[in-house]
T-cell receptor, first 113, second 113 residues
Framework: SAVISQKPSRDICQRGTSLTIQCQVD?????MFWYRQQPGQSLTLIAT?????????ESGFVIDKFPISRPNLTFSTLTVSNMSPEDSSIYLC??????????FGSGTQLSVL | GDSVTQMEGPVTLSEEACLTI???????????LFWYVQYPGEGLQLLLK?????DKGSNKGFEATYRKETTSFHLEKGSVQVSDSAVYFC????????????FGAGTQVVVTP
Protein backbone atom coordinates (compact mmCIF):
# COMPACT_ATOMS: atom_id res chain seq x y z
CA SER A 1 0.00 0.00 0.00
CA ALA A 2 0.93 3.67 -0.20
CA VAL A 3 1.01 6.06 2.75
CA ILE A 4 -0.02 9.58 1.81
CA SER A 5 0.60 12.62 3.97
CA GLN A 6 -1.48 15.64 3.11
CA LYS A 7 -1.00 19.07 4.67
CA PRO A 8 -2.66 21.08 6.01
CA SER A 9 -5.49 18.90 7.25
CA ARG A 10 -7.75 21.92 7.50
CA ASP A 11 -7.62 25.68 7.10
CA ILE A 12 -9.86 28.70 7.25
CA CYS A 13 -8.97 31.34 4.70
CA GLN A 14 -10.09 34.79 3.69
CA ARG A 15 -11.68 35.53 0.38
CA GLY A 16 -9.17 36.53 -2.30
CA THR A 17 -6.21 34.70 -0.78
CA SER A 18 -4.54 31.50 -1.97
CA LEU A 19 -3.76 28.23 -0.23
CA THR A 20 -1.22 25.61 -1.24
CA ILE A 21 -1.90 21.99 -0.25
CA GLN A 22 0.95 19.50 -0.13
CA CYS A 23 0.83 15.79 -0.83
CA GLN A 24 3.75 13.51 0.05
CA VAL A 25 3.83 9.79 -0.73
CA ASP A 26 6.10 7.27 0.95
CA UNK A 27 7.04 5.60 -2.35
CA UNK A 28 7.48 6.57 -5.97
CA UNK A 29 4.23 6.50 -7.90
CA UNK A 30 3.57 7.07 -11.53
CA UNK A 31 0.24 8.79 -11.28
CA MET A 32 -1.06 11.35 -8.81
CA PHE A 33 -4.44 13.03 -8.87
CA TRP A 34 -6.29 15.80 -7.11
CA TYR A 35 -9.98 15.50 -6.25
CA ARG A 36 -12.50 17.85 -4.69
CA GLN A 37 -15.42 16.92 -2.45
CA GLN A 38 -17.83 19.79 -2.07
CA PRO A 39 -20.10 19.85 0.98
CA GLY A 40 -22.70 17.09 0.78
CA GLN A 41 -21.54 16.04 -2.65
CA SER A 42 -19.42 13.36 -4.22
CA LEU A 43 -15.81 13.51 -5.31
CA THR A 44 -14.86 15.21 -8.55
CA LEU A 45 -11.53 14.87 -10.30
CA ILE A 46 -9.74 18.19 -10.68
CA ALA A 47 -6.60 17.14 -12.53
CA THR A 48 -3.87 14.61 -13.07
CA UNK A 49 -0.52 15.81 -11.72
CA UNK A 50 2.16 14.94 -14.27
CA UNK A 51 5.78 14.69 -13.21
CA UNK A 52 7.92 17.15 -15.09
CA UNK A 53 5.14 18.63 -17.18
CA UNK A 54 1.93 20.60 -16.88
CA UNK A 55 -1.01 18.99 -15.15
CA UNK A 56 -3.94 17.67 -17.15
CA UNK A 57 -7.17 19.37 -16.06
CA GLU A 58 -10.69 18.01 -16.23
CA SER A 59 -13.53 19.93 -17.74
CA GLY A 60 -14.48 22.88 -15.56
CA PHE A 61 -11.07 23.26 -13.92
CA VAL A 62 -8.31 25.58 -15.13
CA ILE A 63 -4.65 26.06 -14.34
CA ASP A 64 -5.01 29.70 -13.32
CA LYS A 65 -7.41 28.74 -10.54
CA PHE A 66 -5.82 25.44 -9.50
CA PRO A 67 -2.11 25.48 -10.35
CA ILE A 68 -0.45 22.14 -9.66
CA SER A 69 3.18 21.21 -9.31
CA ARG A 70 4.79 17.77 -9.38
CA PRO A 71 8.55 18.11 -9.11
CA ASN A 72 9.20 14.40 -8.52
CA LEU A 73 7.51 11.01 -8.19
CA THR A 74 6.64 11.36 -4.50
CA PHE A 75 5.39 14.93 -4.10
CA SER A 76 2.75 17.27 -5.49
CA THR A 77 1.08 20.53 -4.55
CA LEU A 78 -2.30 21.98 -5.40
CA THR A 79 -2.92 25.71 -5.00
CA VAL A 80 -6.41 27.11 -4.72
CA SER A 81 -6.06 30.66 -6.00
CA ASN A 82 -8.07 33.80 -5.37
CA MET A 83 -10.45 31.88 -3.15
CA SER A 84 -14.15 32.50 -2.78
CA PRO A 85 -16.67 30.83 -0.44
CA GLU A 86 -17.61 28.49 -3.33
CA ASP A 87 -14.14 26.93 -3.02
CA SER A 88 -14.97 25.61 0.45
CA SER A 89 -14.49 21.87 0.02
CA ILE A 90 -12.38 18.94 0.98
CA TYR A 91 -9.42 18.55 -1.37
CA LEU A 92 -7.92 15.09 -1.69
CA CYS A 93 -4.69 13.84 -3.15
CA UNK A 94 -4.70 10.32 -4.57
CA UNK A 95 -2.06 8.06 -6.04
CA UNK A 96 -2.18 5.03 -8.27
CA UNK A 97 -0.03 2.32 -6.74
CA UNK A 98 1.85 -0.28 -8.73
CA UNK A 99 -0.83 -2.82 -7.76
CA UNK A 100 -3.30 -0.71 -9.69
CA UNK A 101 -5.07 0.39 -6.52
CA UNK A 102 -5.92 4.01 -5.97
CA UNK A 103 -5.09 5.37 -2.52
CA PHE A 104 -6.36 8.61 -1.06
CA GLY A 105 -4.89 11.05 1.40
CA SER A 106 -6.93 12.09 4.42
CA GLY A 107 -7.87 15.34 2.74
CA THR A 108 -7.64 19.06 3.40
CA GLN A 109 -10.83 20.66 4.65
CA LEU A 110 -10.91 24.22 3.37
CA SER A 111 -13.32 26.88 4.57
CA VAL A 112 -13.33 30.25 2.83
CA LEU A 113 -14.91 33.20 4.64
CA GLY B 1 -20.28 10.81 -20.49
CA ASP B 2 -19.71 8.19 -17.85
CA SER B 3 -21.81 8.37 -14.71
CA VAL B 4 -22.62 6.46 -11.55
CA THR B 5 -25.95 6.48 -9.74
CA GLN B 6 -26.33 5.07 -6.26
CA MET B 7 -29.18 4.99 -3.82
CA GLU B 8 -29.63 7.95 -1.56
CA GLY B 9 -29.09 7.74 2.14
CA PRO B 10 -29.04 7.78 4.96
CA VAL B 11 -29.71 4.11 5.37
CA THR B 12 -30.35 3.18 9.00
CA LEU B 13 -30.11 -0.45 10.06
CA SER B 14 -29.99 -2.49 13.21
CA GLU B 15 -26.93 -4.59 13.95
CA GLU B 16 -26.97 -7.98 12.18
CA ALA B 17 -29.40 -6.76 9.52
CA CYS B 18 -28.72 -7.24 5.81
CA LEU B 19 -27.41 -4.31 3.81
CA THR B 20 -27.80 -3.64 0.10
CA ILE B 21 -26.70 -0.41 -1.58
CA UNK B 22 -27.74 -0.18 -5.19
CA UNK B 23 -25.33 1.17 -7.79
CA UNK B 24 -25.85 1.46 -11.52
CA UNK B 25 -23.56 2.97 -14.09
CA UNK B 26 -23.42 4.38 -17.59
CA UNK B 27 -20.20 3.98 -19.51
CA UNK B 28 -18.80 3.16 -22.89
CA UNK B 29 -16.53 0.18 -23.20
CA UNK B 30 -15.68 -1.98 -20.23
CA UNK B 31 -15.09 0.07 -17.10
CA UNK B 32 -13.67 -1.17 -13.82
CA LEU B 33 -16.00 -0.79 -10.85
CA PHE B 34 -15.19 0.04 -7.25
CA TRP B 35 -16.70 0.53 -3.85
CA TYR B 36 -14.93 2.98 -1.55
CA VAL B 37 -15.74 3.56 2.11
CA GLN B 38 -15.22 6.64 4.25
CA TYR B 39 -15.41 5.98 7.98
CA PRO B 40 -16.13 8.94 10.28
CA GLY B 41 -13.08 11.15 10.55
CA GLU B 42 -11.02 9.02 8.19
CA GLY B 43 -9.91 9.11 4.57
CA LEU B 44 -11.40 7.26 1.65
CA GLN B 45 -10.46 3.58 1.45
CA LEU B 46 -10.91 1.03 -1.28
CA LEU B 47 -13.38 -1.62 -0.11
CA LEU B 48 -13.54 -3.85 -3.16
CA LYS B 49 -13.32 -3.80 -6.92
CA UNK B 50 -14.19 -5.76 -10.05
CA UNK B 51 -12.56 -5.29 -13.41
CA UNK B 52 -14.68 -7.35 -15.78
CA UNK B 53 -18.19 -8.68 -16.21
CA UNK B 54 -19.31 -11.34 -13.71
CA ASP B 55 -16.34 -10.64 -11.44
CA LYS B 56 -17.22 -10.59 -7.76
CA GLY B 57 -15.31 -8.31 -5.46
CA SER B 58 -15.32 -9.10 -1.75
CA ASN B 59 -13.76 -7.73 1.43
CA LYS B 60 -14.69 -7.53 5.13
CA GLY B 61 -17.89 -9.49 4.51
CA PHE B 62 -19.01 -7.14 1.73
CA GLU B 63 -19.61 -8.38 -1.80
CA ALA B 64 -20.49 -6.84 -5.15
CA THR B 65 -20.87 -8.51 -8.55
CA TYR B 66 -20.17 -6.73 -11.84
CA ARG B 67 -23.37 -7.21 -13.86
CA LYS B 68 -22.90 -5.95 -17.38
CA GLU B 69 -26.40 -6.92 -18.52
CA THR B 70 -27.98 -4.68 -15.89
CA THR B 71 -25.02 -2.23 -15.66
CA SER B 72 -25.04 -2.66 -11.90
CA PHE B 73 -22.61 -3.22 -9.05
CA HIS B 74 -24.73 -3.49 -5.92
CA LEU B 75 -22.98 -3.72 -2.56
CA GLU B 76 -24.22 -6.34 -0.09
CA LYS B 77 -23.43 -7.53 3.38
CA GLY B 78 -25.34 -10.25 5.15
CA SER B 79 -24.92 -9.05 8.73
CA VAL B 80 -23.79 -5.51 9.49
CA GLN B 81 -22.00 -4.29 12.59
CA VAL B 82 -21.96 -0.89 14.25
CA SER B 83 -18.41 -0.49 12.92
CA ASP B 84 -19.79 -0.58 9.36
CA SER B 85 -21.32 2.86 9.87
CA ALA B 86 -19.74 4.96 7.15
CA VAL B 87 -20.34 6.62 3.80
CA TYR B 88 -20.05 4.24 0.85
CA PHE B 89 -19.16 5.44 -2.65
CA CYS B 90 -19.61 3.50 -5.86
CA UNK B 91 -17.17 4.49 -8.60
CA UNK B 92 -16.04 3.54 -12.05
CA UNK B 93 -12.84 3.88 -14.00
CA UNK B 94 -13.10 3.91 -17.75
CA UNK B 95 -10.94 1.63 -19.85
CA UNK B 96 -7.35 2.91 -19.97
CA UNK B 97 -8.08 5.63 -17.40
CA UNK B 98 -6.73 4.09 -14.25
CA UNK B 99 -6.98 6.44 -11.33
CA UNK B 100 -9.50 8.76 -12.95
CA UNK B 101 -12.62 7.78 -11.09
CA UNK B 102 -16.20 8.83 -11.61
CA PHE B 103 -17.91 8.66 -8.22
CA GLY B 104 -21.52 8.24 -7.22
CA ALA B 105 -23.05 10.62 -4.70
CA GLY B 106 -22.31 8.39 -1.73
CA THR B 107 -24.65 6.60 0.64
CA GLN B 108 -24.46 7.13 4.37
CA VAL B 109 -25.06 3.97 6.38
CA VAL B 110 -25.87 4.13 10.07
CA VAL B 111 -25.92 0.89 12.04
CA THR B 112 -27.47 1.00 15.50
CA PRO B 113 -26.86 -1.49 18.31
Amino acid sequence: SAVISQKPSRDICQRGTSLTIQCQVDSQVTMMFWYRQQPGQSLTLIATANQGSEATYESGFVIDKFPISRPNLTFSTLTVSNMSPEDSSIYLCSVLHSNEKLFFGSGTQLSVL
Amino acid sequence: GDSVTQMEGPVTLSEEACLTINCTYTATGYPSLFWYVQYPGEGLQLLLKATKADDKGSNKGFEATYRKETTSFHLEKGSVQVSDSAVYFCALSATDSWGKLQFGAGTQVVVTP
